[in-house]
């Protein structure tokens, strides 16, 4: 029999709502079903790709003597923390106050007050390296409720006043300046890996944030080291394991320091934030390599995560099937000699193993390999290794597939659109930014609709139920920001200003700190707000970029002094702990370096507009179009003329701009280009 999970649109919830388990998706009615009772609430979080999250599932929620006891001794609640990041935040900071480290699945319990007692991460069917079994866990947990009531009761009120206790005011005094970015630098340069790029052991994250402060450090100071930090991380996860060789796209982690074996799941945030950053990386340096994989990233996105509507799909899986029917990690992607050999035949099974660094006794499990490019850039026949690529791309293609999280995240969303819009106006493919365009247009009908707030997610065309949260808006903001300088329609900067006005309304506190969740959303044992970029920019540094962008745009001052105040949290975290405020340095890059107002007074595509879009000057807005009606589309193209009937580019920061020029090399060279 289904359990009520069965007509939620999250695939997480959808893959439990035929467990045993009587499930309950996250509502006021499952906490007064457990009040009624006078039982605890199981909570358990987790995602569609999450690997142990399957895990846990099959060992005990579709287990009936597990589920028997779950449904007789407590109200079971399942979560999906991509549609319910706060209820996430909230739980996930309460289990690493009490445990020092967190993960998904969390399981944690709770009173019929959602207030936590007792917490922890995936539980074994059995006992194990000193972890008790699941069931040995929900027993006593019944146990502690039924005879030890008074003492489940303090130790919930004392977390709940612990977390209320940590709300931050705002986040130092003042905006990043100088000292700040130097010290965030020297942090960096401290726990970068010259081995092996990237920064820390294993398991190594891709550190896409981090790479766009170092470049953008660069464009504004010319720091050597910083450049060179940033291509050589980009290089080492192009040749490794991390990057999928034959389809392109990036995988969530390594889990060594060497970038050779990833975590085989792939998030639409990554691929986002990384396909930006290689363009990036190009426009700075001409990188042929930083060309490939940001094209071959892009179209990984477009071919493997897009949906029938127009938007993008959360995640693959980093499980599928193996020859033997078995569900089994990485049994898409890896290869053996043997499999080499043959889909291509002995000489060209050997050259591919060569290449790319499958061996016989394996690089990961059972003989099997992750493809890399392991050795030193060196001639290779470039006609040779295309095809020997496509007929393995064809192979594996036979293979079952990965399962898909088809859910669309607005946050994730407004990533894709910045980066296929800035992918496809540098390489000269419309076709990418059309697919930007079109994933622009989803978010504004369905998650925005007629509803006027943002939604956070949606699958097949329909809205989810849960309120967008700061991210949400300030990525999407950030998208929308992106396609407007690309294409030109100011219709674009006018909904990121819709959605930035409603940060300044509802997400904004005194002092100038941000919250994840806005004034009206429902409140939790905490409201959550974290500033801190992770996989993904924070909410709180993600609407600092767009706030900044769209007051340089528009010359409005409560989003520029919005933006400021934010960007006081990267004054104090910045010069403490670099790698997690990535995104708020690249921000702060921004502001050090004006940002740029670059208007164009000619042809959207033309060659002042292109050469507006590659110059480097951190976090410059860009707006092009010609004719009377440019300047209700920008305000920055206001009384822009053409000077002697040419197109004409004027560059302006901190309320001063330098002569208007028709010349792009002189544009160029005025955006350090």
Known sequence: ????????????????????????????????????????????????????????????????????????????????????????????????????????????????????????????????????????????????????????????????????????????????????????????????????????????????????????????????????????????????????????GFARYSVDREWVVPHFEKMLYDNALLCRVYAHLWRTTGSAEARRIALETADFMVRELRTAEGGFASALDADSEDADGKHVEGAFYVWTPAQLREVLGEEDGAFAAAYFGVTEEGTFEEGASVLQLPGEARPVDAGRVADVRARLLAAREERPRPGRDDKVVAAW??????????????????????????????????????????????????????????????????????????????????????????????????????????????????????????????????????????????ASEPHRTAAEGALGVVKALGPRAPRFIGWGLAVAEALLDGPREVAVAGPVGGELHRTALLGRAPGAVVAAGEGPGAGAEFPLLVDRPLVGGAPTAYVCRHFVCDAPTTDAGELAAKLGG
């Open 413 to 554: 969303n407004g990533l894709a659109v910045a980066a296929l819009a800035e992918t496809g106006a540098y390489f000269d493919r419309p076709d990418l930014v059309e697919r930007a365009t079109e994933a622009a247009d989803l978010l504004v009908r369905v998650h925005l609709g007629e509803v006027a707030r943002l939604t956070r997610t949606s699958k097949d065309g329909r809205a989810g139920d849960n309120a967008g949260v700061l991210e949400d808006y300030g990525d999407v903001a950030e998208g929308f920001l992106a396609l407007a300088a690309v294409t030109g329609e100011g219709a674009w900067l006018e909904f990121a200003g819709f959605l930035l006005d409603i940060v300044l309304e509802q997400f904004t506190g005194e002092g100038g700190q941000l919250y994840d969740t806005a004034h009206e959303a429902e409140k939790l044992i905490r409201r959550p707000q974290d500033p801190t970029d992770s996989a993904t920019p924070a909410g709180w540094t993600a609407a600092a970029g767009a706030l900044l962008s769209y007051a340089a745009y528009t």
């Open 1 to 248: 029999m289904p359990n009520r999970l069965v007509g939620e649109t999250s695939p997480y919830l959808l893959q439990h709502a035929d467990n045993p388990v009587d499930w309950w998706p996250w509502s006021p009615e499952a906490f007064e079903e457990a009040r009624k009772r006078d039982v605890p609430v199981l909570l358990s979080v987790g995602y569609a790709s999450c690997h142990w999250c399957h895990v846990m599932a099959h060992e005990s929620f579709e287990d009936e003597t597990v589920a028997a006891y779950l449904n007789e001794h407590f109200v079971s609640v399942k979560v999906d923390r991509e549609e319910r990041p706060d209820v996430d935040a909230v739980y996930m900071e309460a289990v690493q106050a009490a445990t020092g480290h967190g993960g998904w699945p969390m399981t944690v319990f709770l009173t019929p007050d959602a207030e936590p007692f007792y917490f922890g991460t995936y539980f074994p069917p059995e006992p194990r390296h000193g972890s008790p079994s699941f069931q040995q866990v929900l027993e006593g947990v019944s146990a502690a409720w039924t005879d030890r009531r008074d003492e489940v009761g303090e130790v919930a009120g004392r977390i709940v006043a612990d977390l209320a206790g940590r709300s931050l005011v705002h986040g130092g005094d003042g905006v990043p300046g100088e000292s700040e970015v130097a010290q965030a630098l020297l942090g960096l340069t401290r726990e970068y890996d010259e081995q092996h790029g990237g920064f820390g052991g294993a398991p190594k994250f891709p550190p896409s944030m981090a790479v766009e402060f170092l470049l953008r450090h660069y464009a504004r100071t010319g720091s050597e080291g910083a450049l060179q930090m940033a291509a050589d991380t980009c290089s080492a996860m192009a040749r490794g394991g991390i990057y999928d060789q034959l389809g392109g």
